[in-house]
């Protein structure tokens, strides 16, 4: 049964590892979506443009909301909470 089931099943070969690797891109952008690494470089970077003059105080807090924000998304999702 098992060569049967190889011949029957080697046409679905090609959709399989297409299947496999479209997985393998959705894992990597899932990661690096849900990666706080970029948001805290993000708020570095904007507390830096605060104290440099480059945007105003108004700005820097809505920013600073969106991010954090962002943070709290990530946490959630790694957490396990919906």
Known sequence: MGLLEKLITSP???VRAVLWAAQQVADK???????????????????????AGEIDEETFEREEDLLIDRLAEIDRYRSGEP
């Open 12 to 14: 679905l070969l090609p």
């Open 29 to 51: 952008a899932e990661a690096e979506y849900y990666d706080p690494a970029p948001v805290w470089a993000q708020l570095t970077e904007l507390e830096r443009q605060l104290v």
